[in-house]
């Protein structure tokens, strides 16, 4: 239970303090660490990622850093890919989902390195207005894969909404965070939808590590803005790099720990 509380705090921050993050280190924490198979931790993974991130938005919201179109487009395409990630995952093998997902997080760790692109201006113009004929198909399309993604992996796609968001749609990095919590948590619902009855939750286990992650969550909150975020967006990326390698090592060595 220790173990449970102490991820817990760590997914919640990341969270609190990113926009996202937390969704990427949920599943491995929950597999690895508080000792569920794969099938009962993609579903934990999405309850406790949704509702830390509901509770890290209110902040967000409060502060005028959400662009709800944006978000909306985000969520409503998010969700219908859900539930095709998760009819993908359930017919492949635990193992080859895990080194999937460990190539993930290593490209999403590179693309936080390279720091922010000059494209996508449409949805961030100088001006402040948004170019919906050039930034509407750019959020479909990636509302779409990361929504099936968080069907296939069981994360709530923050740590691929907020690369999207910057490099792609051009928003600033306040914007970028309080968009991604929303999107998240819309994500979160419909993946966990989508593997209800997948596994059975371990009530105790999921519900430590939830309010952990809830309180991580306020308490990065609280100081995410006078942090700098280039700083943390590289470090963010390094611990990604060293999660993703103990992912590929516990795959390949231990494969029997996520079945």
Not at 252 to 259: E, I, K, W
């Amino acid at each position: 239970m220790t173990i449970s509380l102490g991820l817990g705090l760590i997914v919640g921050a990341l969270l609190g303090l990113f926009g996202g993050g937390g969704s990427v280190l949920a599943v491995p924490a929950l597999v690895y660490g508080a000792g569920l198979p794969l099938r009962a931790a993609v579903p934990a993974s999405l309850l406790v990622v949704g509702i830390s991130s509901a509770t890290a938005a209110v902040a967000r919201v409060r502060a005028g850093q959400v662009r709800w179109r944006i978000a909306a487009v985000f969520g409503v395409t998010g969700a219908a890919a859900a539930f095709v990630g998760a009819a993908v995952n359930r017919r492949l093998d635990p193992a080859i989902v895990l080194i999937g997902f460990a190539a993930l997080m290593v490209a999403a760790g590179a693309q936080m390195l390279r720091g922010r692109s000059r494209l996508g201006a449409d949805c961030a113009l100088p001006s402040g207005g948004t170019n919906w004929r050039g930034c509407l198909p750019k959020a479909l399309g990636a509302g779409l894969g990361v929504g099936f993604l968080t069907g296939l992996f069981g994360v709530g796609g923050g740590f691929l909404i907020i690369p999207a968001l910057v490099l792609l749609l051009g928003l600033p990095m306040p914007a970028a965070v309080g968009t991604s919590l929303v999107v998240i948590v819309t994500n979160a619902v419909a993946g966990f939808a989508a593997h209800a009855g997948d596994g059975a939750l371990d009530v105790p286990v999921v519900a430590a590590f939830t309010g952990a992650a809830v309180v991580g969550a306020l308490g990065a909150g609280r100081v995410a803005d006078r942090l700098p975020a280039d700083r943390l967006r590289r470090w963010f990326a390094y611990l990604v790099f060293a999660v993703a390698a103990f992912v590929v090592a516990q795959a390949v060595l231990n494969p029997s720990a996520g079945g």
